[in-house]
């Protein structure tokens, strides 16, 4: 029988709901949705919000960096590493204006084999922010 073991991180910022950060299965490492948010509030990099908590203006690079190194803070924390990830699903909540910064940005942090990727357009995140990563590593 292969051993499950859910891990939550010290360093990334707190799930907003009931999951934990990771949850490791045999050499598998699985992450939960990774998003921009700062660890011990509820501040989104490059996000201003009206009144009414809805988006008024965003900037899609200081999120890119700030889910990526959230990203780094899970799988670190999990005993993982960046170059353990083998895929991992993106989504965007406007792929006409953020592909490109996005695309940039992946090729800057994946430079050296980068992973699998699937990225796809959703109209809504569960929080005001414009990615998140679904991430998938193999630790041995």
Known sequence: ????IAQNSDTAPE????YP???RVGDFLFLSGVGPRKKGT???PGVTLNEAGEITAYDIEAQCRSVFENVR???ADSGAAWS???DVTVFLTNMDDDFAVYNKLWAEYF???PPCRTTIEINKLPTPIAIELKCLALVT
């Open 1 to 4: 029988m292969i051993q499950s």
């Open 15 to 18: 799930p907003v709901g009931a």
């Open 21 to 23: 950060h990771a949850r």
């Open 42 to 44: 509820k501040d989104i």
């Open 73 to 75: 803070d899970v799988l």
């Open 84 to 86: 353990d990830l083998v």
């Open 111 to 113: 430079a050296d084999d």
